[in-house]
């Protein structure tokens, strides 16, 4: 392992990429907190997210 420092690019294009994940996350957060409460009547906690292809994902129950 070299101690070459990286390109100033390189840092910057990975910091962005960290605030990227860091947005994406947090509208995900956002969205499962409109979109839950619509959920209630999911009878077996499973709903379709690509009901073309049949995939389903699993309702994770609000903790507390």
Do not use: C, H, N
């Amino acid at each position: 392992m070299t101690d070459t420092p990286k390109p100033l690019s390189q840092a910057i294009a990975e910091t962005a990429d960290v605030f990227e994940r860091q947005a994406i996350a947090e509208g995900y957060a956002d969205a499962s907190r409109f979109v839950r409460p619509l959920m209630g009547d999911v009878p077996d906690g499973r709903i379709a997210v690509g009901a073309m292809d049949g995939w389903t994902v699993d309702v994770p129950q609000p903790v507390g």
